[in-house]
C-alpha cells in the first residue's frame, strides 16, 4: 500500500500564494508520474496540474496556467506544487496521486495512489 501524504494547505487572501507539498516513504516518485487535482464541494474532482516520470514533462489546466507551478526534488522525494495569484474560485481540497511511469494526464482515472487532500482556502 502507498501512502501520499499532502500538506501545505490553508486560508490565504486573494492573490496570496501557498505552497503545496505531496511525499511519501513508500515509492521513489521519481518513477511516478504524479498529478495534483482538486474537488469543491458540490463539483467534480478536477486536474490540476502534473509532472511527468518519464521527463519531467509538466501540464497544466488552463485556469491554472501562468499561476501554479508544478516541479519535484527527488532528494526530498517531495512534490511540489506553488500556487500564486490565488482566487477564490481555487478554494477546494487539494489531493495528489501517483502512476507508474506513464505521460501525464489530468484525467483522474488511471492513477492508482491517492493522498487524503489539503484543504485551501482563498478568503478575504
Known amino acids: 500500500q502507498v501512502q501520499l501524504v499532502e500538506s501545505g494547505g490553508g486560508l490565504v487572501q486573494p492573490g496570496g500564494s501557498l505552497r503545496l507539498s505531496c511525499t511519501t516513504s513508500?515509492?521513489?516518485?521519481?518513477?511516478?508520474?504524479i498529478g495534483w487535482f482538486r474537488q469543491a464541494p458540490g463539483k467534480e474532482r478536477e486536474g490540476v496540474s502534473c509532472?511527468?516520470?518519464?521527463?519531467?514533462?509538466?501540464i497544466y489546466a488552463d485556469s491554472m496556467k501562468g499561476r501554479f507551478a508544478i516541479s519535484r526534488d527527488d532528494a526530498k522525494n517531495t512534490i511540489y506544487l506553488q500556487m500564486n495569484n490565488l482566487r477564490p474560485e481555487d478554494t477546494a481540497v487539494y489531493y495528489c496521486?501517483?502512476?507508474?511511469?506513464?505521460?501525464?494526464?489530468?484525467?483522474?482515472?488511471?492513477?492508482?495512489?491517492w493522498g487524503q487532500g489539503t484543504q485551501v482556502t482563498v478568503a478575504s
Open positions: 496521486a501517483a502512476v507508474y511511469f506513464r505521460q501525464c494526464v489530468l484525467s483522474p482515472s488511471p492513477y492508482g495512489y
Open positions: 513508500d515509492i521513489s516518485l521519481n518513477y511516478w508520474t
Open positions: 509532472i511527468a516520470s518519464t521527463d519531467s514533462s509538466t
